[in-house]
């Protein structure tokens, strides 16, 4: 948990709340917050099973899971291919595509320019970030520049994508199977980084107030872009169904929060599945994955 990306507090809640979760199982755990000298640490502990609750970053890009294949520990979640192209908006979107998929439209952007091939209002928002950081809506001309200063600020092109005005719908998927959805309805502009992780500043609707075939086409959409990249374990799948019920892949969360704010312990508990349950369940997965099935 922890590490050293943009997303190291909300992966500090995670952790924990994985670990709490995992000593009530009677399991023998070790807090490692995720610095450089992280092949030092996993050398010197006798692990197991290494549950993987970093967010953004070498904890999510496939990297940290390239190390723990090196040193034979078995790991949860995604594998290293899985983990990078999920972590790659712009990859993601292609695979997503391929699977037939619908995304929005959008443009790879390398530099803050004033004018796009697309009609306002956009998204902007950098590649190979989670959480919604740097993530801005543009409704006029003279917001696209500064907006696109800001994505680029983080590491690789930026992407900006056609607005899309309806309802943002979340499928929690576990070992290929969907787990349920969720509508979330921020009191500001769009699921940012501050209503994702402030209690109260969203609305969260179980399941989503969808048509039924509706709903269980989104259902199915989760688990295709899932799927598609090639994931494993627990994903959360963001996706949104317009005003004509078409339904668009955003992206796939390889390493979902399990925060008290999180969408996937939410989707889980209406499923009757407790965080207990959930990380019971994760952990096992990653053992008959990455361990031989011990």
Request: net charge negative.
């Amino acid at each position: 948990m922890g590490g050293t990306s943009a997303e190291r507090e909300i992966s500090l809640k995670s952790g924990a709340a994985v670990s709490a979760a995992l000593r009530s199982l009677g399991l023998n755990v070790v807090d490692i917050d995720a610095g450089q000298d992280i092949s030092d640490v996993l050398g010197n502990e006798n692990i197991d099973l290494a549950f993987i609750a970093l967010h953004g970053g070498y904890g999510e890009n496939g990297a940290i899971q390239g190390l723990l294949e090196v040193q034979g520990i078995a790991y949860t979640g995604s594998g290293i291919m899985a983990s990078a192209i999920a972590m790659d908006k712009l990859v993601s979107k292609t695979m997503f595509k391929n699977a037939g998929l619908l995304v929005p439209d959008y443009v790879e952007v390398d530099e803050a320019v004033g004018d796009i091939p697309l009609k306002l209002p956009v998204v902007v928002k950098p590649s190979r970030e989670g959480s919604s950081i740097g993530v801005a809506i543009v409704n006029r001309n003279e917001e696209l520049c500064p907006a696109l200063e800001a994505a680029l600020a983080f590491e690789g092109p930026a992407l900006v994508e056609k607005f899309i005005k309806g309802k943002e719908i979340q499928i929690g998927v576990l070992n290929g199977k969907a787990l349920g959805g969720v509508e979330v309805r921020p009191k500001g502009e769009f699921y940012s980084y501050e209503a994702k992780y402030t209690s109260g500043m969203t609305e969260y609707i179980l399941p989503p107030e969808l048509d039924e075939a509706v709903y269980k086409k989104a259902l199915e959409a989760g688990v295709l872009a899932h799927t598609s990249i090639g994931a494993g374990g627990a994903t959360r799948v963001d996706l949104m169904v317009d005003e004509d019920d078409n339904i668009y892949a955003l992206e796939v969360n390889t390493i979902p929060g399990m925060t008290e704010t999180s969408l996937l312990p939410k989707i889980a508990s209406f499923a009757g599945m407790d965080l207990k349950g959930l990380v019971e369940a994760m952990a096992i997965d990653g053992l008959e994955r990455f361990g031989g099935g011990r």
